[in-house]
C-alpha cells in the first residue's frame, strides 16, 4: 500500500508535525528496550511485548514526522502499513520483523501465556535496537 492508499481507505491521518512528541516516542522507544532487557529474566512474554512497543513507537515517530497518525480501530497494522510505504523496499525485513512481533504479541498478551521462547524474546530486543537505530537515522 502506498501513502494514498491508506488514506483513501482511513489508515492515517495527517497532522501537524510536532518535534517534542517525535522525540519522546522515540525516549519511549529507547526505555522499553532497556526495560526488554531488564525483564528478559522474568518472563520471555513481557520481554517480547517490551520490545514491540519500541518497535511500534519508533514507527509512531516516523509517522508523525511524516506528519500523519493511525487513523483506524487497526492502529497497529496501519502503522505498520505506514512504514513499509516509507522505508525503501531494502528496509523489508525490518517491517516484517515488526508484523511477526506483534503477531507474536497477540497470543502472549491475550491468549496464552508461556508461548514466547527466549530466542523469540532476544531476537526482538535485537531487532527492536536495530529498528529503533534505523528510525532514528531516517528522521534525523
Partial sequence: MDLAELKRKGFIKPISIDKTQIAELIKISERD??????????????ALNLAYNSM???ARALMFSYGYRPDSEF?????????SAVLDKKYNA???TLDRVRSKRIVATYER???ISEFEAKYAIKSAKEFVQLIKQKIK
Fill in 33 to 46: 528496550i532497556c526495560l526488554a532487557e531488564e525483564f528478559l529474566p522474568k518472563s520471555f512474554d513481557g
Fill in 56 to 58: 511500534l513507537q519508533a
Fill in 75 to 83: 492502529h497497529h497494522k496501519a502503522t505498520i502499513e505506514f512504514v
Fill in 94 to 96: 525490518y517491517v516484517e
Fill in 113 to 115: 501465556a508461556g508461548t
